[in-house]
């Protein structure tokens, strides 16, 4: 798929170095719970949206420790929200947040706010309910806005390999994250985002040349092999997915 051809404009090049001292009265520091280097890589998606602007207003779902809205205020960002059910861990000054169960909550207390880019970095595969984040994506994101999601890949052909030998799936089994319940099928989002009027525009995945990070060498050797032919669009250990609205969709937001 093409990258959405994008600018964003000079205000909001910030060449300093991501200051990631913590800035609460607690002290905590700034917890990066994604694999490396991956948000460097949004970010630089992010600056490239058309659009996009310093005061453009932007919402993290799952915002964790606020290390993401952290990344993108020291890149010239303004207007940044967050919403967690643990707001206890959250720990920049440079954003707002507040605190609702987004797997639950039928509402996200924002009323009508809208937002130019919304992002959820590493949350579908923990929701009980994924039609709920579609849901809280539907009501606050702008008619010309962006939606970025990144969740576990499930499709490289390694992870495709490692089910067969094992009957498991990467980042799903013992060794992975215990709180990662929900493995995300593209051929399902397909059918279900014209259903919230969403639909996928770009797709990749992290890291982009296929070098997985949490893999054995000696398994990233057989899958290099397998690769060779079997369809293998998305190697990455990382499924990053750039959703808009779609207004033909025929679906409808279903109200939880």
């Known amino acids: 798929m093409t990258t959405p051809s ?7 090049t910030d060449t300093r170095p991501v200051d990631l001292t ?3 009265t607690s002290g905590r520091t700034l917890k990066e719970r994604t694999i490396g280097g991956l948000h460097e890589e949004l970010l630089k998606r992010v600056k490239n949206l058309n659009g996009l602007s310093p005061d453009t207003p932007i919402l993290d779902i799952g915002c964790g420790t606020g290390i993401w809205m952290h990344r993108l205020a020291a890149s010239g960002f303004r207007a940044l929200h967050g919403v967690d059910s643990d707001i206890g861990q959250f720990a920049t000054d440079r954003a707002t947040c507040s ?14 706010r809208k937002f130019g880019l919304i992002t959820a ?3 579908l595969e923990h929701l009980e309910n994924p039609g709920r984040l579609f849901l809280h994506v539907a009501r606050h994101l702008s008619d010309d806005g962006m939606f970025l999601m990144t969740t576990p890949n499930i499709h490289s052909v390694l992870c495709r390999f ?10 799903f089994d013992s060794k992975g994250d215990p709180t990662h319940i929900y493995p995300v099928l593209l051929n399902s989002l397909h059918k279900i985002l ?7 525009v770009d797709k990749w995945s992290y890291p982009a040349n296929g070098g997985s990070i949490t893999s054995r060498p000696i398994v990233k050797v057989a899958a290099s092999v397998l690769g060779l032919i079997l369809p293998n669009d998305d190697p990455g250990d990382m499924l990053c997915l750039m959703i808009q609205r779609d207004p033909e969709s025929p679906g409808k937001v279903k109200r939880h």
Do not use: M
Request: avoid cysteine.
């Open 6 to 12: 994008i600018h964003v404009s000079d205000a909001t």
């Open 22 to 24: 913590p800035r609460s």
């Open 99 to 112: 605190a609702v169960d987004i797997d639950t909550s039928a509402d996200l207390d924002l009323g009508s």
């Open 121 to 123: 970095i590493e949350v």
């Open 162 to 171: 490692r089910f067969l030998l094992t009957g498991k799936l990467k980042q």
């Open 194 to 200: 014209p259903r919230y009027r969403l639909a996928i």
